[in-house]
Protein backbone atom coordinates (compact mmCIF):
# COMPACT_ATOMS: atom_id res chain seq x y z
CA UNK A 1 0.00 0.00 0.00
CA UNK A 2 1.15 3.72 -0.36
CA UNK A 3 0.57 6.44 1.68
CA UNK A 4 -0.15 9.45 -0.27
CA UNK A 5 0.05 13.22 1.94
CA UNK A 6 -0.90 16.51 0.39
CA UNK A 7 -0.18 19.35 2.67
CA UNK A 8 -1.91 22.29 2.02
CA UNK A 9 -1.77 25.07 4.49
CA UNK A 10 -5.26 24.75 6.17
CA UNK A 11 -5.70 21.08 5.62
CA UNK A 12 -3.67 17.91 5.04
CA UNK A 13 -5.68 15.29 2.83
CA UNK A 14 -4.10 11.80 3.43
CA UNK A 15 -4.60 8.72 0.75
CA UNK A 16 -4.70 5.46 1.31
CA UNK A 17 -3.86 3.14 -2.34
CA UNK A 18 -3.26 -0.08 -4.11
CA UNK A 19 -1.05 1.34 -6.34
CA UNK A 20 -4.02 1.30 -8.95
CA UNK A 21 -6.34 4.13 -7.42
CA UNK A 22 -7.25 5.91 -3.92
CA UNK A 23 -9.49 3.50 -1.18
CA UNK A 24 -9.58 5.73 1.23
CA UNK A 25 -9.06 9.41 2.52
CA UNK A 26 -9.02 11.44 5.70
CA UNK A 27 -7.99 15.03 6.18
CA UNK A 28 -6.35 16.37 9.48
CA UNK A 29 -6.09 20.33 10.22
CA UNK A 30 -2.49 21.58 9.24
CA UNK A 31 -1.33 22.80 12.75
CA UNK A 32 2.54 23.40 12.30
CA UNK A 33 2.96 24.05 16.14
CA UNK A 34 2.27 19.78 16.13
CA UNK A 35 4.82 17.37 16.71
CA UNK A 36 5.09 14.75 14.04
CA UNK A 37 4.26 12.21 17.23
CA UNK A 38 0.91 14.14 17.76
CA UNK A 39 0.60 13.58 13.77
CA UNK A 40 0.99 10.49 14.12
CA UNK A 41 -1.39 9.83 16.87
CA UNK A 42 -4.03 11.23 14.64
CA UNK A 43 -3.46 9.04 11.40
CA UNK A 44 -2.15 5.65 13.00
CA UNK A 45 -6.00 4.52 13.07
CA UNK A 46 -6.57 5.21 9.53
CA UNK A 47 -4.21 2.28 8.18
CA UNK A 48 -2.04 -0.56 9.17
CA UNK A 49 1.51 0.44 9.66
CA UNK A 50 2.80 -2.88 8.71
CA UNK A 51 0.64 -2.51 5.10
CA UNK A 52 2.54 0.69 3.80
CA UNK A 53 5.85 0.01 2.02
CA UNK A 54 6.09 3.48 0.52
CA UNK A 55 5.45 7.03 1.07
CA UNK A 56 4.93 10.09 -1.23
CA UNK A 57 4.43 13.63 0.09
CA UNK A 58 2.99 16.42 -1.96
CA UNK A 59 3.52 19.45 0.37
CA UNK A 60 2.98 23.80 0.41
CA UNK A 61 4.24 23.63 4.07
CA UNK A 62 8.07 23.01 4.65
CA UNK A 63 7.57 22.68 8.47
CA UNK A 64 5.31 20.12 8.03
CA UNK A 65 7.17 18.05 5.21
CA UNK A 66 9.68 17.41 7.62
CA UNK A 67 7.26 16.32 10.44
CA UNK A 68 6.26 13.50 7.96
CA UNK A 69 9.67 12.53 6.99
CA UNK A 70 9.93 11.74 10.71
CA UNK A 71 6.97 9.70 11.07
CA UNK A 72 8.32 7.79 7.51
CA UNK A 73 11.30 7.06 8.73
CA UNK A 74 10.51 6.31 12.08
CA UNK A 75 7.42 4.58 12.55
CA UNK A 76 7.32 3.14 8.80
CA UNK A 77 10.92 2.72 8.41
CA UNK A 78 10.30 3.89 4.97
CA UNK A 79 12.11 6.75 2.97
CA UNK A 80 9.79 9.12 1.39
CA UNK A 81 9.16 10.16 -2.16
CA UNK A 82 8.62 13.94 -2.15
CA UNK A 83 7.48 15.92 -5.22
CA UNK A 84 10.34 19.16 -6.07
CA UNK A 85 13.41 19.10 -8.12
CA UNK A 86 14.47 15.89 -9.29
CA UNK A 87 11.51 13.85 -9.36
CA UNK A 88 10.69 12.43 -12.52
CA UNK A 89 6.54 13.86 -13.33
CA UNK A 90 6.37 13.44 -16.73
CA UNK A 91 4.90 17.08 -17.08
CA UNK A 92 6.32 20.27 -18.76
CA UNK A 93 6.00 23.56 -16.75
CA UNK A 94 5.83 26.60 -19.43
CA UNK A 95 6.40 29.52 -16.89
CA UNK A 96 9.40 31.53 -16.13
CA UNK A 97 10.59 29.92 -13.15
CA UNK A 98 9.46 26.02 -12.80
CA UNK A 99 11.51 25.62 -9.63
CA UNK A 100 8.33 27.67 -8.17
CA UNK A 101 5.99 25.93 -8.71
CA UNK A 102 4.18 24.10 -5.86
CA UNK A 103 3.91 20.46 -5.80
CA UNK A 104 0.02 20.61 -5.54
CA UNK A 105 -0.10 22.00 -8.67
CA UNK A 106 2.28 19.59 -10.24
CA UNK A 107 0.17 16.81 -9.01
CA UNK A 108 -2.94 18.66 -10.49
CA UNK A 109 -1.84 19.19 -13.42
CA UNK A 110 -0.56 15.79 -13.81
CA UNK A 111 -3.91 13.90 -12.58
CA UNK A 112 -5.78 15.42 -15.99
CA UNK A 113 -2.71 14.34 -18.29
CA UNK A 114 -4.99 12.08 -19.97
CA UNK A 115 -7.97 14.20 -20.35
CA UNK A 116 -7.80 14.54 -24.50
CA UNK A 117 -8.51 18.04 -24.70
CA UNK A 118 -7.14 20.96 -22.81
CA UNK A 119 -8.09 21.34 -19.23
CA UNK A 120 -8.83 24.15 -16.38
CA UNK A 121 -8.07 22.82 -13.34
CA UNK A 122 -9.59 25.54 -10.59
CA UNK A 123 -8.26 23.99 -6.95
CA UNK A 124 -10.01 25.66 -4.55
CA UNK A 125 -7.56 25.56 -1.25
CA UNK A 126 -5.96 28.37 1.11
CA UNK A 127 -5.56 30.30 -2.28
CA UNK A 128 -7.52 29.14 -5.19
CA UNK A 129 -5.22 28.09 -8.19
CA UNK A 130 -6.48 28.08 -11.64
CA UNK A 131 -4.01 25.62 -13.43
CA UNK A 132 -4.12 25.41 -17.37
CA UNK A 133 -2.75 22.19 -19.09
CA UNK A 134 -2.52 21.37 -22.56
CA UNK A 135 -0.49 17.50 -23.98
CA UNK A 136 1.01 17.31 -20.36
CA UNK A 137 1.89 20.80 -20.26
CA UNK A 138 0.95 24.02 -17.67
CA UNK A 139 0.79 26.32 -19.86
CA UNK A 140 0.06 29.51 -17.75
CA UNK A 141 -2.05 29.61 -13.95
CA UNK A 142 -3.84 32.35 -12.00
CA UNK A 143 -3.55 32.57 -8.25
CA UNK A 144 -6.27 34.35 -6.67
CA UNK A 145 -7.20 34.54 -2.19
CA UNK A 146 -8.61 31.70 -0.93
CA UNK A 147 -12.10 31.64 0.64
CA UNK A 148 -10.94 31.28 4.07
CA UNK A 149 -8.33 34.23 3.41
CA UNK A 150 -10.87 36.65 2.09
CA UNK A 151 -13.18 36.27 5.44
CA UNK A 152 -9.59 36.98 7.72
CA UNK A 153 -9.22 39.77 5.94
CA UNK A 154 -12.53 41.10 6.12
CA UNK A 155 -13.07 40.57 9.36
CA UNK A 156 -9.64 41.25 10.50
CA UNK A 157 -9.38 44.79 8.55
CA UNK A 158 -13.40 45.80 9.83
CA UNK A 159 -14.44 46.66 13.26
CA UNK A 160 -17.92 45.49 13.29
CA UNK A 161 -17.82 42.42 10.68
CA UNK A 162 -18.54 39.01 12.83
CA UNK A 163 -16.36 35.79 11.87
CA UNK A 164 -18.30 33.63 10.21
CA UNK A 165 -19.06 30.08 9.16
CA UNK A 166 -19.16 28.84 5.51
CA UNK A 167 -22.28 28.54 4.47
CA UNK A 168 -23.88 29.37 1.07
CA UNK A 169 -27.18 31.40 1.86
CA UNK A 170 -30.61 30.99 0.13
CA UNK A 171 -30.41 34.41 -1.51
CA UNK A 172 -27.86 36.13 -3.10
CA UNK A 173 -28.57 39.66 -1.86
CA UNK A 174 -28.77 39.40 2.07
CA UNK A 175 -30.77 41.03 4.70
CA UNK A 176 -28.51 40.77 7.75
CA UNK A 177 -24.46 41.13 8.28
CA UNK A 178 -23.63 37.80 8.16
CA UNK A 179 -26.31 36.06 4.91
CA UNK A 180 -24.66 39.37 3.58
CA UNK A 181 -20.81 37.99 3.93
CA UNK A 182 -21.66 34.31 3.25
CA UNK A 183 -23.13 35.65 0.41
CA UNK A 184 -20.12 37.58 -0.78
CA UNK A 185 -17.59 34.63 0.12
CA UNK A 186 -19.19 31.82 -1.92
CA UNK A 187 -21.66 33.76 -4.75
CA UNK A 188 -18.67 36.22 -4.77
CA UNK A 189 -16.37 33.30 -5.22
CA UNK A 190 -18.57 31.19 -7.84
CA UNK A 191 -18.84 34.45 -9.98
CA UNK A 192 -15.10 34.88 -10.37
CA UNK A 193 -14.59 31.84 -11.52
CA UNK A 194 -16.84 32.02 -14.08
CA UNK A 195 -15.72 34.96 -15.18
CA UNK A 196 -11.95 33.98 -14.95
CA UNK A 197 -12.87 30.56 -17.38
CA UNK A 198 -14.72 33.21 -19.61
CA UNK A 199 -11.36 35.32 -19.38
CA UNK A 200 -9.27 32.17 -19.53
CA UNK A 201 -11.32 30.74 -23.09
CA UNK A 202 -11.28 34.78 -25.18
CA UNK A 203 -7.26 34.20 -24.56
CA UNK A 204 -6.67 30.57 -25.67
CA UNK A 205 -9.69 30.60 -28.38
CA UNK A 206 -10.22 27.07 -27.51
CA UNK A 207 -12.71 24.52 -25.94
CA UNK A 208 -11.38 23.01 -22.38
CA UNK A 209 -12.50 21.15 -19.61
CA UNK A 210 -13.25 22.48 -16.22
CA UNK A 211 -11.98 20.73 -13.10
CA UNK A 212 -13.10 21.45 -9.83
CA UNK A 213 -11.61 20.66 -6.67
CA UNK A 214 -9.79 21.20 -3.02
CA UNK A 215 -11.22 21.66 0.27
CA UNK A 216 -14.35 23.94 -1.11
CA UNK A 217 -15.23 22.68 -4.53
CA UNK A 218 -17.98 20.33 -2.49
CA UNK A 219 -19.55 23.82 -1.48
CA UNK A 220 -19.17 26.11 -4.55
CA UNK A 221 -19.53 23.77 -7.59
CA UNK A 222 -23.06 23.90 -7.28
CA UNK A 223 -23.10 27.92 -8.23
CA UNK A 224 -20.84 27.60 -10.90
CA UNK A 225 -22.87 28.36 -14.19
CA UNK A 226 -20.01 26.81 -16.72
CA UNK A 227 -20.37 22.67 -17.33
CA UNK A 228 -17.47 21.35 -14.81
CA UNK A 229 -16.42 17.95 -13.32
CA UNK A 230 -15.92 17.81 -9.71
CA UNK A 231 -13.02 15.44 -8.25
CA UNK A 232 -11.60 15.69 -4.48
CA UNK A 233 -9.11 13.53 -5.04
CA UNK A 234 -7.15 15.44 -7.42
CA UNK A 235 -3.80 16.32 -5.98
CA UNK A 236 -3.86 12.34 -4.42
CA UNK A 237 -4.32 11.27 -7.81
CA UNK A 238 -1.98 12.85 -9.35
CA UNK A 239 0.74 12.18 -6.43
CA UNK A 240 0.35 8.83 -6.53
CA UNK A 241 1.02 8.96 -10.50
CA UNK A 242 4.22 10.64 -9.70
CA UNK A 243 5.20 7.97 -7.50
CA UNK A 244 4.74 5.44 -9.78
CA UNK A 245 6.66 7.00 -12.54
CA UNK A 246 9.80 7.14 -10.37
CA UNK A 247 9.17 3.63 -8.22
CA UNK A 248 11.09 2.05 -10.65
CA UNK A 249 14.36 4.61 -9.83
CA UNK A 250 13.63 3.92 -6.22
CA UNK A 251 14.37 0.02 -5.47
Known sequence: MILLFDVGNTNISIGLSDKVSILHTIRLNTEVSKTADEYWLQMKNFFQAEDIDAVAISSVVPRITEKLKEISFKRLNIEPLIVGPGVKTGLNIKTDNPREVGGDLICDAVAVEDIEMPSLVIDLGTA?????????????????????????????????????????????????????????????????????????????????????????????????????????????????????RNEPLLK
Open 128 to 244: IKYIYVKNKTIRGVVITPGVSISIKALVGQTALLPDIDIEVPKKVLGTNTIACMQSGVTYGVAAQVDGLIERIQKEVKEEFKVMFTGGLSETIAPLVYAPLERDPDLVLKGLLKIYL
